[in-house]
């Protein structure tokens, strides 16, 4: 019988399978951030077994609130600075060099396919785009994976979802996993792995198959994994060109991480997006979907485009275009927050930053910030955000707050019209 | 090994997710104490009032996917701060299942039909639950009915509960 991509990955990383009831898996990455990891740290201090698996495999970032808005989350900062020195982290990223966990960790190139990555962040699935099984955990998962270098899981089910047709142009990866959210439901694939296939995900650049497998929480599933292919070898080459002779070895070494063609999957489901028009959320659950279309004219206080969903370069592109020329609405505030240094320096190299600041946007540093309501732009009781980031639970940017989430080019739109509104780049398909 | 018996705090909604549980803004706590009186203040549950609705309860009862969202064990800490230990739902979100586990605190399944009946039965009384982690069995008792109920739960899980939580385990296998 043949395998899919997280059972292959299992098979490859498998310590123990206590009374068989879950998996202890070998870790390859284990990523932390300012957040969820200082009490790790100091848990595993008050035990007397300050120590660290292996410094090399552990990655770090302060990346939540980041400059620190007051003693407590500088607090949070000190505890991981101080503890990544001490025990020779050497990829350590504090301000001037960090930004949103999820974009910079793969801009660094420390992902692979096949690798087993765990953070105390639920949106590590995001890191499946290159073929991992990348999940989210607790405190108390990473703590032990910090130590020991081990997780549980229970052997996944896999859900395949072949996204197939042709895209409309103005409509991105993000309405895509809007769509896929909208279907399943936010239980839809708790405990299942989901592989993203079809020919939509196979034309996908690695930014955009971010975007789609960086929400797949939001449907429940524990990892959210497109295959790796020649696009995931050109990504990574810059990084692994002195391991591989040329990228069609690289290439035949990650195919390992292929699921077989007589795979079985607990569930499949093929979802054309031929017609799919530019989405957005209402409510509080990530599955609250409605086209864009459905909701024009609704009005908002608050435009925030950035975090590891769409604070990526292709986005902040997308959304200059649809900004370009134009200046957003005078009772709008735009904000807008590279998702690192590197994509700072590219956006701005490329005119970027200048077009979102000629139309009236704020740019702040690269963090995590608005997107939980925690800095750089937390709304007040009544208000309401046009929003590129992943969750609009109530209370998520803010207090008493509504958070409708869409892509870039939404977004931008959204901004100039002062209202929910379509962009320019949308075009429906053979109209 | 903690208690895992006492009043219960129905939360009849399906979907409660994580930040309900506990908002992000007070994820820059380090001390778990300090969540303590933040605990659902951002619920949103008809008539639930926060201050007075979780007094002296120990065992929360709810419907589907409890725990959705971040993976933040603050939620988990939030309840073993409030003294509840235990919660039993029709079903949990993958992440906060275990990070209950992890922490020694059970998080019990029970099909469509058995919660409908605990919050048919239940809801509008005072009532409590105890657990036998051994033989797999809840008993729900108001001043005017009994009832038990059997559920099912890993030996790994089982093992967990027993002897603390994933670290206390980790530490002696890995």
């Known amino acids: ?431 | 090994m903690k208690e895992f018996k006492g009043n219960i705090l129905f939360l009849d909604r399906s979907d409660i997710n994580t930040d309900e549980i506990i908002p992000a803004k007070y994820l820059t706590e380090i001390e778990k104490t300090a969540l303590k009186q933040h605990l659902f203040e951002d619920l949103k549950l008809d008539g639930f009032n926060p201050e007075m609705d979780i007094k002296e309860k120990a065992v929360i009862v709810t419907r589907e996917n409890f725990g959705c969202g971040s993976s933040r064990e603050h939620a988990p800490w939030a309840l073993e701060v409030n003294n509840i230990n235990l919660v039993i739902g029709q079903s949990f979100a993958r992440i906060f299942r275990q990070n209950m586990f992890n922490c020694g605190m059970p998080a019990i399944e029970l099909s469509k039909d058995q919660i409908d009946s605990i919050f048919k039965g239940f809801k509008n009384s005072s009532a409590n639950v105890s657990v036998d982690m051994e033989a797999c069995q809840i008993t729900i008792q108001s001043k005017d009915q009994t009832k038990k109920m059997d559920f099912q739960i890993s030996e790994f899980d089982k093992a967990l509960i027993k002897i603390g939580g994933w670290v206390e385990y980790a530490d002696m296998h890995y």
């Not at chain 1, 980041?66 to 020195?85: F, H, M, N, V, Y």
């Not at chain 1, 930004?99 to 639920?122: N, Q, T, W, Y």
């Not at chain 1, 909208?182 to 996908?204: Q, R």
Request: hydrophobic share 40%; net charge neutral; with cysteine.
């Open chain 1, 1 to 431: 019988m043949g395998k899919t991509i997280a059972e292959k990955i299992f098979e490859t990383h498998l310590v123990d399978e206590p009374f068989g009831d879950v998996s202890v898996l070998k870790l390859d990455r284990v990523f932390c951030h300012e957040i969820t990891t200082p009490m790790a740290i100091q848990d595993l201090m008050a035990r007397g077994k300050d120590r660290v698996f292996d410094p090399d495999k552990i990655k770090a970032v302060i990346d939540h609130v980041s400059p620190a808005k007051d003693s407590k989350t500088a607090q949070q900062g000190k505890i991981l600075r101080e503890w990544a020195i001490r025990h020779k982290i050497k990829d350590f990223f504090d301000i001037g060099y960090n930004g949103v966990c999820h974009a910079l960790f793969p801009e660094k190139g420390f992902v692979r396919p096949g690798f087993v990555i765990i953070m105390g962040d639920s949106h590590t699935c995001t890191h499946g785009a290159f073929g991992a099984f990348a999940a989210g955990v607790g405190t108390t998962d990473l703590e032990v994976g910090i130590l020991k270098g081990v997780c549980t899981f229970k052997t996944p089910q896999t859900y395949k979802i072949e996204i197939v047709g042709e895209l409309s142009c103005g409509v991105y990866a993000k309405d895509i996993i809007l769509k896929v959210i909208k279907d399943l439901g936010v239980n839809g694939a708790t405990n299942m792995v989901i592989e993203f296939t079809g020919n939509i995900v196979d034309e996908m650049n690695m930014d955009q198959r971010m975007t789609l497998s960086n929400m797949a929480v939001e449907a429940g599933a524990t990892s959210g994994i497109c295959l790796p292919d020649m696009t995931t070898v050109d990504y990574l080459w810059e990084f692994i060109k002195d391991q591989y002779k040329t990228p069609q070895d690289a290439l035949k070494a990650f195919s390992k991480f292929r699921p077989d063609p007589d795979a079985e999957y607990a569930k499949v489901k093929t979802i054309d997006v031929s017609d799919l028009e530019p989405l957005t959320t209402f409510g509080y659950r990530p599955d609250n979907v409605k086209p864009v279309s459905q909701m024009l004219g609704t009005k908002i206080n608050q435009v925030y485009i950035g975090s590891c969903t769409n604070g990526r370069l292709e986005d902040l592109r997308i959304a200059a275009k649809v900004l370009k020329g134009h200046t957003i609405s005078p009772h709008i505030r735009g904000i807008v927050s590279p998702a690192t240094p590197k994509i700072f320096s590219q956006a701005l190299e490329e005119g970027i930053i200048k077009t979102f600041m000629d139309s009236g946007f704020c740019v702040t540093n690269p963090t995590c910030g608005a997107c939980l309501g925690m800095s750089n732009g937390v709304l007040a009781q009544g208000e309401v955000a046009a929003s590129t980031t992943n969750r609009n639970f109530a209370g998520r940017m803010g207090k008493g707050g509504m958070v409708h989430l869409m892509s870039p080019a939404t977004a931008a739109a959204s901004a100039i019209k002062g209202e929910i509104s379509n962009s320019n780049l949308f075009c429906e398909q053979g109209k």
